[in-house]
């Protein structure tokens, strides 16, 4: 029985669940080393702290690699994780016998620099990993095998097969045990999908670049298909929530129709999910309200119209945002905003307006996103022809050096003061609206930079004890519980959202 170790860190892997699922169909035995990520995330960052969290659970890595004696060893990190995946790479290599896997979206970005800058890592997945993991546990040749870059003789050599998985035709269910079972707290919530891939090519995101490669077209499932697996995930794994993290959660009208209608009927349970606004009307709001969500993540990224279309690739109108908004409201949907600050062609002055606008549409949360360059995409390869970034700078960026875009990102040193304080006000806009209006417009926000470091701990009390549909903030808090304070303490806490929830 081939033996398959993935290593990933902090949150909830989907796509390691549906590997996991698909290799354990096959008799592959397959474990999971979480890393917490305590004090290196969107909730506190404490670098101190982090890294002795770190240290610790290197250890017990170093353990389960002596007990388990993997045959692969698998990553797959985004490009903000990569340097940090890549070091911890080569430094267990020499613990285990196994071959070093990168899969993921920089994988998928930039296969040929891993491979020629990383002698550790052995090969490297472009795309999607269920076929390639599989072959590589039967021992297929390499080149038969899909999306697989490997080397030979010192030369990278791509894939000669590459493809998307049939997941709509598979039938596979995510394997939930591999985080559940040791993790508990993600159970409060279940991730799902029910897409691959992207109807749309915004310039800030990858899929401006995957887009472009062979077999990555827009798949997804049907509307029976995923009622058929939401109802047997909540049945085995006794999810009582759901989130929704496809890249578009209504994609086409009579797709999402068909879906909520029996979604509603069938299923009905408490869900989140992130949208376009221009998918946003009264008909797909009503169903929305009357299918138990909780929740919408609506990406709205700029108000100004110039900026968003000439540099973000989004070409809807501020009419179509503002229209989104409404319907929500109206609806008494709650929502969260999430909006790029310092955005190529905008100006700080126009975020701040932006702020102003916000404020009366009374959002859940603002995510104040500071402008960050990813490998690969559109908008990093303009910015590199207009010199807004140096040769150097984009390569660092290739090799996963990127900005934080929670705590630094790429904002002009001689801006991110500002870009701090907006960021601080963007979080308490939805607690003080009026008050927020008033920094806002007289330019006496900056003070609040002093509370950058700290930002997310305002959204606390409102996380745990009135806000129903922040199931990824909630299990954050969990993650906090369960890893400082010992299950019991989390179970409690648990226990608070559930009550809440009803």
Request: with cysteine; aromatic share 12%.
């Amino acid at each position: 029985m081939k033996k398959v170790l993935l290593i990933y860190g902090g949150c909830e892997s989907y796509g390691l669940e549906l590997i996991s699922a698909c290799l354990k169909q096959h008799g592959v035995k397959v474990e999971l080393f979480l890393f917490s990520r305590l004090f290196n995330d969107s909730l506190l960052h404490l670098p101190l702290a982090a890294a002795l969290f770190e240290q610790r659970e290197k250890k017990r890595l170093r353990l389960l690699l002596q007990e388990f004696q993997p045959d692969i060893v698998g990553f797959s990190p985004v490009s903000l994780d990569f340097p940090w995946a890549a070091a911890l790479a080569s430094e267990i290599k020499p613990l285990h016998r196994g071959i070093t896997i990168f899969g993921g979206i920089h994988a998928s970005l930039v296969p040929e620099r891993i491979l020629r800058e990383h002698p550790s890592i052995d090969l490297v997945c472009e795309g999607d990993g269920e076929e390639a993991m599989l072959g590589l546990c039967r021992g297929d040749n390499l080149p038969a095998i899909p999306n697989i870059w490997h080397r030979r003789n010192s030369l990278v050599i791509p894939p000669e097969i590459r493809r998307r998985f049939d997941f709509a035709g598979s039938a596979l269910l995510p394997d939930k045990s591999l985080f559940f079972k040791r993790h508990p707290y993600f159970s409060h919530a279940g991730v799902y999908f029910f897409t691959r891939g992207c109807r749309f090519a915004c310039s800030y995101c990858c899929h401006s670049y995957l887009k472009q490669l062979p077999g990555s077209n827009f798949a997804h499932l049907t509307p029976e298909q995923a009622i058929t697996h939401l109802r047997q995930l909540a049945a085995n794994h006794s999810i009582k929530r759901f989130i929704f993290n496809d890249d578009l959660f209504v994609f086409d009208f009579d797709w999402s129709r068909n879906f909520l209608k029996l979604y509603s009927g069938q299923i009905n349970l408490p869900y989140s999910a992130v949208m376009h606004p221009c998918f946003v009307n009264r008909e797909i709001a009503t169903l929305l309200k009357q299918s138990n969500c909780r929740k919408i993540e609506l990406g709205i990224e700029s108000l100004d119209e110039k900026c968003r279309k000439e540099w973000l690739g989004r070409h809807e109108p501020n009419s179509v945002l503002i229209s989104a908004m409404q319907e929500l409201r109206r609806s008494k949907i709650p929502f969260n905003i999430q909006h790029i600050l310092g955005a190529p062609g905008t100006s700080l002055k126009k975020d701040l307006q932006a702020g102003i606008t916000y404020s009366f549409f009374h959002p859940g949360r603002i995510f104040g996103f500071f402008l960050t360059y990813f490998p690969c995409t559109a908008l990093t390869e303009k910015a590199l022809k207009h010199n807004l970034i140096t040769r150097e700078q984009h390569e660092r960026i290739e090799k996963g050096f990127v900005g934080n875009f929670e705590h630094h990102g790429d904002i002009p040193q001689d801006m991110i003061q500002d870009y701090l304080a907006l960021r601080e006000a963007f979080t308490l806009i939805p607690r003080f609206p009026a008050l927020c209006r008033i920094l806002l417009r007289s330019g006496n926000f900056r003070f609040l930079r002093f509370l950058s470091l700290f930002f997310r701990i305002f959204d606390l009390p409102e996380i745990i004890f009135t806000d129903r549909g922040e199931y990824s903030g909630q299990i954050d808090i969990l993650r906090y519980c369960h890893r400082l304070l010992g299950a019991r303490a989390a179970r409690f806490v648990r226990g608070i959202f559930d009550r809440m929830e009803h």
